[in-house]
């Protein structure tokens, strides 16, 4: 079955620390990934998404995403996080023929002025 | 643009009362369109799709259902709510199969009392 794991549930780190959150996919055939944010209050919105190409993708507000297909991973990352970041984060993946988005259990994110 | 509108914003039913919560789609046609659950810990469970007027596709057995009466507009309801339907409703879309990611609204925050 289609699955998505997001194993850190509560992540708390102080402003300028390096973030990692991790994602893993089990997903039969070509597999399309994304990272939702959403802030206190706010809609979900999309981070950044992986279709094909460069593995390394590049999304808004200096986050960055690698998929390692080996690893049935795509893990978010952010060099430098700041206190903005808090939020809680969602990876998600769905097939080309699929219309369902499967989504982890999200990761709270707080960060410590 | 496509702009997506989802209300009431909150909500506080009675257990065995009625539900009815809206999401309209502006500014597209032919939407594929969503009704998400958020429960604490637990991500966004897929409730519902539909790709078509009329056409509705539900993922888990449950005591809701929904409608796509028009084009633009899905609709979530239940005959008689129950304390486990509490939770956060996302309504969203799609222009086409959910390799390009989705849309999402504003929510819902059903609490059921």
């Known amino acids: 079955a289609q699955s998505v794991s997001q194993h850190n549930h509560h992540v708390i780190l102080s402003e300028a620390a390096s973030l990692e959150l991790g994602c893993n996919y089990s997903y039969g055939g070509t597999v399309n990934l994304f990272w939702y944010v959403q802030y206190p209050g706010q809609h979900l919105q999309l981070l950044l998404k992986y279709f094909s190409g460069d593995p390394l993708v590049k999304g808004i507000k200096g986050f960055e995403a690698e998929f390692i297909k080996s690893k049935f991973s795509f893990n978010l990352r952010k060099p430098s996080v700041q206190w903005s970041d808090t939020a809680e984060y969602f990876c998600a993946a769905t097939g080309d023929s699929s219309y369902k988005l499967i989504f982890g259990s999200g990761t709270r994110l707080l960060v410590r002025p | 643009s496509q702009t997506i509108h989802q209300w009431p914003a909150t909500l506080v039913q009675p257990v065995g009362s009625p539900l009815s919560l809206e999401c309209t789609v502006e500014g597209t046609s032919n939407p594929n369109l969503y009704w998400y659950r958020q429960a604490a810990g637990r991500g966004l469970q897929l409730l519902f799709y539909s790709v078509g007027i009329g056409q509705i596709s539900s993922e888990v057995p449950q005591n809701l259902s929904a409608s796509r009466p028009q084009d633009r507009q899905f609709i979530l309801s239940s005959k008689k709510l129950l304390l486990s339907d509490s939770g956060f409703y996302l309504c969203?879309?799609?222009?086409?199969?959910?390799?390009?990611?989705?849309?999402f609204g504003s929510g819902t925050r059903l609490t059921v009392v």
């Open positions: 969203a879309w799609s222009q086409s199969r959910a390799g390009h990611g989705y849309t």
